[in-house]
């Protein structure tokens, strides 16, 4: 069973940075791809950023130039950096990998946005 867990999302004031992270409970050399989701109330859950295994990333065109994905095999993990953040980047964020045709999330992490 892999189990996912983030952290670094909290308030933030527009034109501010986070770097959310996740951190896998197994070794995430075989997860491919490993990326993050969002999820604002009422409205369905979408792709943010995602990276596979020969580093090829995709970005909503939403965060477009605003974020950064990563991972680092060696710490289990994966990270995302948004940086000048807007109001409507308020959302729980969601970290994900597929690995063996499995997808695994983790619990969330809320980002608020201030204007």
């Known amino acids: 069973q892999v189990r996912l867990v983030e952290s670094g999302g909290g308030l933030v004031q527009a034109g501010g940075s986070l770097r959310l992270s996740c951190v896998a409970s197994v070794s995430t050399s075989s997860f491919n791809p490993v990326g993050w989701y969002r999820q604002a109330p009422g409205n369905q859950r979408e792709s943010v950023a995602q990276m596979d295994d020969a580093g090829t990333i995709e970005y909503a065109e939403s965060v477009k130039g605003r974020a950064t994905i990563s991972r680092d095999n060696a710490k289990n993990a994966h990270y995302l950096q948004i940086d000048n953040l807007k109001p409507e980047d308020t959302s729980v964020y969601y970290c994900?990998?597929?690995?063996?045709?499995?997808?695994?999330w983790g619990r969330g992490t809320q980002v608020t946005v201030s204007s």
């Open positions: 994900f990998v597929h690995r063996w045709g499995s997808t695994y």
